[in-house]
Structure formats: C-alpha cells, structure tokens
C-alpha cells in the first residue's frame, strides 16, 4: 500500500484531501503542528470508514524538527505522495508589515515545501512513481491586498513545482500545484455575504473542500502521470 503524506492535514481542507486519499487507498499520514488532537480525530475518522491512517505532529518551519519526524516516518518504507497543504495568514498591509508577519507565512508555506520534500525525494525516487501536490492560492496568481506575504509565498510554490518536476520527471514523478479561489471554511463566511460572492465568482457560490480534494486526488492517481509541473486553478471562473 502506497504511503501519502498530507501537511496541515489536521484543517478542513487537509482533512478533506486526507479524507480522499485514504479512500483512494492510500495509508495516510495526517500532519498536524499546534493542533495534534485535531489531526488524530482526521485519522480516527479515516479508520472508522476503514481507511488507514496514522498522524504526525511537527513543525515545518523547523528544519531539524522536521527531518526527525520524517526520519522516523521513512523507517517503515518510503513516502509516494505528498501533499504539502500548511500555510498559515498573517495579514496586514505591507506599510504596516512587521518582519516576523513576513518571514512567519513563508516559514510554513515556502520554507516548509522544502523541509518536507527534500527528505522524501530520494526514497520515492527509488520507487521510481511518485506524486507531489502543493496547495497555493487565488491570491498567487492575481494578487489579493493584505496579503503580500501569503500570495510571496505561494506564488514561489509556481516556480519551485516547476522547476523540482523537470528535476524527477525521468522517474515518474509529477509536481504540480493547485490553486483554490473561495473555498468554504468559516472564514470565508465571515469575510464574504452571498452578494458579495455572487458578484465575485462566475458562478456565484464557494467551492468546496471536497472539490479541491477530488482535483488532489486525481493529480496523486496514476491516471495522472503525464500530468506535471502545472498549476491548476479551481476557483469557479474568476480566472
């Protein structure tokens, strides 16, 4: 059984993905950092629907937190899918933008792709079939104000999933981004009244995690593999 690893995991999209994983019968590994109870109730949930799942709990924007934690994973073999979801907001204007709102975003969502992959990459090469999926945002690709740290941090995501899959394509292994626009969550219902999405989204409502886990799914499936260093958008036509 192939092992799928899924960061911030423990969320409502990552348990989403989590969630379809599992059912696509991968053994998931749920990642969780300052809510290890939230990832544990994603694989319980998992397990009793009769999936396979365990969790993790570290720090992406620990190097050598990181690279124990996934020292440990890979004694039980390798891992050959990773979805690397965690990012974390720290919004505010840039003119009022201090450096640890900065340096904090890109630590989870751009430091964090690399202390998460680099350890997994040779063990999956040697299987030669492997699937990276990174979790990016509307606002890398059309810019969102507030969040100049976030969409930094995700738009570098483009360049590396580009740049990392010309580096393994030679042994079957596709990395890719997905970029959701307005997904439900309680934050969205709090920042946005249905007007307001109707006037936003062409086709006038939120997606959901589920939609975004099944486009995951597909990408992690081997139907997928002549698929790779794209990033697709699932934003219900805002462009």
């Known amino acids: 059984m192939k092992r799928a690893l899924v960061t911030g995991g423990s969320g409502e999209l990552g348990g989403a993905i989590c969630q379809r994983l599992a059912a696509d019968g991968y053994a998931v590994i749920v990642h969780g950092h300052s809510k290890p109870e939230a990832a544990e109730a994603v694989a319980a949930a998992i397990r009793a629907a009769g999936g396979t799942a365990e969790t993790t709990c570290f720090d992406l924007a620990d190097p050598d937190a990181t690279a124990a934690a996934l020292a440990k994973l890979l004694v039980d073999g390798p891992v050959q ?10 919004d505010a204007p840039m003119a009022g933008m201090a450096w640890q709102q900065w340096r904090a975003v890109l630590a989870v969502s751009l430091d964090g792709f690399f202390t998460v992959t680099q350890p997994l990459l040779l063990p999956m090469l040697r299987t030669r079939w492997g699937r990276i999926v990174a979790i990016s945002s509307i606002s890398a690709l059309f810019g969102n104000r507030g969040q100049v740290n976030y969409a930094a941090a995700k738009s570098a995501l483009h360049g590396a999933a580009r740049s990392l899959a010309r580096e393994v394509a030679s042994r079957g292994v596709t990395v890719n981004v997905v970029a959701p626009g307005l997904i439900e969550s309680a934050s969205i219902q709090s920042h946005f009244d249905a007007a307001a999405i109707a006037a936003m989204v062409p086709m006038q409502r939120v997606g959901t995690p589920k939609e975004v886990a099944d486009l995951v799914g597909f990408l992690a499936s081997a139907e997928a593999g002549y698929i790779s ?4 958008a699932i934003n219900g036509g805002m462009g």
């Open 81 to 90: 899918v990773l979805v690397h979801n965690a990012g974390i907001h720290a």
């Open 229 to 232: 260093g794209q990033v697709i």
